[in-house]
């Protein structure tokens, strides 16, 4: 028997029927119904295996025992905490937290640190709070609506509003990967003595990212263990060379409780918040919580996960904090008020180190090096990631997952190839092209936070887990906030770049049509109208309610 598929159309929920507005599909794709619709079956696509999906249903880790899947009919039960769940739903927020390392974040820490000293402290303590609500909220789509961000945006939006949409994303996506992988290269040139040209470690790391990506075939845990691995090596590696060089204990503290911006440092500033709240990490993060099996007819399910989710995200981002603490205390432990402050970058940090506390038991030099492989590895893995969920999600392409993967690969290895190649003998190069792939994913931030929070604050979207007024108030001002402090970055580095007539003309041309589709999204989601109109409430303050 074939059975047409009617495109989905929003409807209002009534209180009665919320749990029947998705039906979780055990296949590639769930079918969102209003409580008005019968029950509805879950098909597959034509031609597309099961097992060709991202989170296909045999790959998904089992959770809730056959007495709590047994209730889907909207129960609303929370069974009381366990060590046991929260262990098997630990791993998400693993993967996520990698984009708080990559060697673009690094490479923000330490020059934070050089010239700012440890008075920005407080500052990558608030950003990264603010990521956190971002992140909890990108998880809290996946969760309730059993699909991700990159497909929800598709059905949300018009065609060539969603085709905007995925080419920004894309060219985010690049560029973060091309910092990733060229960090990667960087750390092996560092600890082959200089044998290893740039250009060879970014093949190298072409080829073991599929490695670990091969990984996966053996399960999602052993993927998840790997970073674990990867996340300890970078925790293990800052913090010897934070003991090592005893940064100051009283300086440490004020940097983290006094807030403090001079016009000196507020380059940095832009760029420890711009490091650690990045694009497509908000469509990885709604994807990767699909890898448990989740009932999301089952409302006690689903809170319970959101609750989990929660803890485990936020743990992962406290130790990512206590790292990018230790970069950033190291390096203005060593650096700050020096000579070489100005011109230190990700090639030359290992060396300038190396100069100042020399041999030792272990050299500071090989310990910077295994961080910042361990950090550019594991960010490349979750940049695949990203740009599979991305492109399967805009475009609906339904090919088989290694395909997928190998071109999703290819459009960042490229690109990256021929910048290695270029800039190879140019540290000077190289910290200017950094600057331009920073903002290549300041342009994209906006178009990924103001589709995420417009579709978190649509009951018809979310039903009962949709976010309250006073959240919806805290995070379209932290959104405001973001996007304000990319601008101001972008304006700051344009009117430092452009020179010419014509050059000049064109960022003005792309800056109207950035702030054009800035304002066609939030007039889109009724942000503003709906913000002032409502009263906030205590229910809609927290994520796990």
């Not at 098997?88 to 990698?98: C, D, E, I, K």
Request: hydrophobic letters at 50%.
């Amino acid at each position: 028997m074939e059975i047409q598929l009617q495109p989905h159309k929003k409807q209002e929920f009534d209180a009665e029927g919320e749990e029947n507005r998705l039906l979780q599909s055990e296949e590639c794709e769930t079918i969102p119904l209003s409580s008005q619709q019968q029950p509805s079956l879950s098909i597959p696509l034509d031609g597309v295996d099961r097992e060709d999906c991202v989170y296909a249903a045999k790959d998904k880790i089992h959770i809730f025992d056959l007495e709590s899947n047994g209730n889907t009919n909207g129960s609303t039960v929370v069974p009381p905490f366990s060590w046991k769940k929260l262990w098997l739903f630990t791993g998400p927020g693993l993967l996520m937290s990698v984009a708080f390392l990559d060697p673009g974040n690094l490479e923000g820490d330490l020059q934070a640190g050089a010239i700012a000293g440890y008075s920005l402290l407080w500052l990558l303590m608030w950003s990264t709070i603010m990521g956190l609500l971002i992140q909890l909220l990108s998880a809290r789509l996946g969760v309730a609506t059993g699909r991700h961000l990159a497909e929800l945006c598709r059905e949300e939006y018009s065609n060539w509003a969603r085709l905007v949409l995925w080419f920004l994303a894309e060219l985010a996506l690049i560029a973060a990967d091309i910092q990733e992988v060229i960090g990667s290269a960087i750390a092996l040139k560092i600890l082959s003595h200089g044998v290893l040209p740039i250009w060879a470690g970014v093949v190298i790391t072409a080829f073991d990212c599929f490695f670990f990506l091969f990984l996966e075939n053996y399960g999602v845990r052993k993927l998840e263990g790997v970073f674990a691995v990867f996340i300890g090596t970078m925790g293990f590696s800052f913090a010897w060379m934070f003991f090592d060089t005893k940064p100051n204990e009283e300086e440490l503290l004020m940097g983290l409780l006094i807030p403090r911006v001079s016009s000196k440092t507020l380059r940095q500033a832009v760029e420890i918040v711009g490091c650690v709240i990045t694009p497509h990490n908000v469509f990885l993060h709604s994807a990767l919580v699909q890898s448990r099996d989740i009932d999301i007819r089952n409302k006690g399910q689903v809170q319970e996960a959101l609750n989990y989710y929660s803890i485990e995200s936020s743990i992962a981002l406290l130790i990512t904090l206590i790292i990018n603490l230790f970069v950033i205390t190291v390096f203005a432990r060593v650096f700050y008020g020096t000579e070489q402050a100005k011109d230190i970058g990700l090639v030359n940090a290992g060396q300038y180190l190396e100069e100042k506390y020399g041999g030792g038991f272990f050299p500071i030099l090989y310990i910077w090096g295994i961080g910042l492989l361990a950090a550019g590895q594991s960010s490349t893995i979750t940049g695949t990631y990203a740009g599979q969920f991305i492109t399967e999600g805009f475009l609906k392409l339904n090919i088989k997952k290694w395909l997928r993967a190998l071109i999703t690969r290819s459009c960042a290895i490229v690109p990256t190839m021929i910048v290695a190649i270029v800039f190879n003998t140019s540290e000077g190069s190289l910290d200017t092209l950094n600057e331009w792939l920073n903002v290549l994913q300041a342009i994209q931030i906006p178009f990924a936070l103001i589709p995420l929070l417009t579709l978190v604050s649509k009951e018809e979207v979310m039903g009962t887990f949709r976010i309250g007024p006073l959240l919806e108030r805290v995070a379209w001002t932290v959104v405001v906030l973001v996007i304000m402090l990319y601008g101001y970055m972008l304006l700051d580095f344009f009117l430092s770049e452009v020179k010419g007539l014509l050059f000049g003309f064109l960022v003005f041309l792309g800056a109207a049509a950035w702030i054009s589709f800035i304002a066609f999204l939030l007039r889109h989601s009724g942000a503003i109208s709906s913000i002032f109109l409502k009263s906030p409430n205590s229910e809609g303050f927290s994520l796990a309610n």
